[in-house]
Each structure stands twice: as structure tokens, then as C-alpha cells.
């Protein structure tokens, strides 16, 4: 089964400054597809970007954007200019088409952002 | 505007009653999801439907029970064998077919269950 890891519990970072938050999986799938969802204090799950495993560029969406390590089974996000809005926990997520396109989430991270 | 609806968002729950948690969506979605949050945690999944009348236990199923009438529709029943009840329950629900899979899912916006 597909597992995945995201190694920090918790960080922080002071407004303005870059955050990079990380994930690991395990697979021995080649196609498939990886997330982060933002989780802020509403508790809504938002889609912050996303990754086809099968592209090598790297997405980007604004200030965010992700190392996208396939050999290394890391998926990485950054977060450029923090704002207090981004604060919230963090989740990485797996999916591919032999898991019946079910997502598989790590436990999360916590972002805070220092004023 | 299409979405997924949860309701109530707040419910509380005596010991030994059921209680059923609605999901709506009206994106035309064929798969729904039942996942169930810990304070500090993650995603832990419950029961999950890839068509209408056919569900799937997750990792977590005992003490719950799910029905798929209508495509649009997911009710999650907690029942009173479920001993641990109070958390907080997402619904989720993403289109079926493989071309979408890079959508991933999208949420309603939770239910807090407490048991009282």
C-alpha cells in the first residue's frame, strides 16, 4: 500500500520569508498524481496545487510551488512571500489509478506565521 | 455554483443514539468520501462509494454505516457502537473516470460531532 510522509509536525516562519514544508511517499507506480491541501482554521480543505508524476516541471501556482523529486519519492512545498493567511496544516496527497483513485494523505503539517 | 454541502455543521450526540451526518454535492460527481479527523491529525478514511448503491469500508468503518441511493447523496450513520465518536467528519467527493484523477477531491466544509 501507498504511504505518505510528511516529517515535520510543525513549522514556522516569520511573515514575508520562504517556508518549505516536506513530503515522502512509497510507491512502485510510474503514473500518478500528488497534492497539497491547505487546512486553515475554518477547517475547509483547500487544493493548493498539484503534480502529474509524468511531468518533470515543477508546478507553480503564485507564491507556491513544489520540488518535485520523482527518483527520490519527495514532493516538497514552497512557500514564497508567508502571509498570515498561510497559516494552517498542510497535507500531502497520493493518488494513482491502481488505488481506485482513492487519495492517500500524510498526517499534515502545522504552518505558523510570526508577524 | 456546484459544491458539496455538510450538514448540520455542528452536532451533538447522546450515548447509545445514532446520528446521521448529510452530505450533498451537485457536481456530478460519481465518487464520495467519508473521512474522519482527530484534533491534530489527519485524514483517517470511513467509507468511500465509487457508484451509486455500492460502498466500500475504508480503514476505519466499525461503528459507522454509509448508503449510496443517489448519486447525489452520502449519509454517514454513527452508531452507538461507535465508541469514540467525537470528531470532526469530512465528506469529499472527485469524478470517477481516470482522466480526472489530477482533480483530486473536493470537501465540504465538516461536521464537529460531540457526544454529550
Known amino acids: 500500500a501507498q504511504t505518505v510522509t510528511q516529517s515535520q509536525p510543525e513549522m514556522s516562519v516569520q511573515e514575508a520569508e520562504t517556508v518549505t514544508l516536506s513530503c515522502t511517499y512509497d510507491?512502485?507506480?510510474?503514473?500518478?498524481?500528488l497534492f497539497w491541501y491547505k487546512q486553515p482554521p475554518s477547517r475547509q480543505m483547500i487544493l493548493v496545487i498539484r503534480?502529474?508524476?509524468?511531468?518533470?516541471q515543477n508546478a507553480t501556482e503564485n507564491r507556491f510551488s513544489v520540488n518535485f523529486q520523482k527518483a527520490a519519492k519527495s514532493f516538497s512545498l514552497k512557500i514564497s512571500d508567508s502571509q498570515l493567511g498561510d497559516a494552517a496544516m498542510y497535507f500531502c496527497?497520493?493518488?494513482?489509478?491502481?488505488?481506485?483513485?482513492?487519495?492517500?494523505f500524510g498526517g499534515g503539517t502545522r504552518l505558523m506565521v510570526k508577524p | 455554483d456546484g459544491g458539496i454541502t455538510q450538514s448540520p455543521k455542528y452536532l451533538f450526540r447522546k450515548e447509545g443514539q445514532n446520528v446521521t451526518l448529510s452530505c450533498e454535492q451537485n457536481?456530478?460527481?460519481?465518487?464520495m468520501y467519508w473521512y474522519r479527523q482527530d484534533p491534530g491529525q489527519g485524514l483517517r478514511l470511513i467509507y468511500y462509494?465509487?457508484?451509486?448503491?455500492?460502498?466500500q469500508k475504508g480503514d476505519i468503518a466499525e461503528g459507522y454505516s454509509v448508503s449510496r441511493e443517489k448519486k447525489e447523496s452520502f449519509p454517514l450513520t454513527v452508531t452507538s457502537a461507535q465508541k469514540n465518536p467525537t470528531a470532526f467528519y469530512l465528506c469529499?467527493?472527485?469524478?470517477?473516470?481516470?482522466?480526472?484523477?489530477?482533480?483530486?477531491?473536493?470537501f465540504g466544509s465538516g461536521t464537529r460531532l460531540t457526544v454529550v
Open positions: 496527497a497520493y493518488r494513482d489509478n491502481n488505488a481506485g483513485n482513492m487519495l492517500t
Open positions: 503534480q502529474e508524476a509524468y511531468k518533470q
Open positions: 457536481l456530478n460527481h460519481d465518487a
Open positions: 462509494s465509487q457508484i451509486v448503491n455500492d460502498f
Open positions: 469529499a467527493s472527485s469524478m470517477g473516470h481516470r482522466t480526472a484523477f489530477n482533480y483530486g477531491y473536493t
Open positions: 510507491t512502485s507506480e510510474s503514473d500518478y498524481y
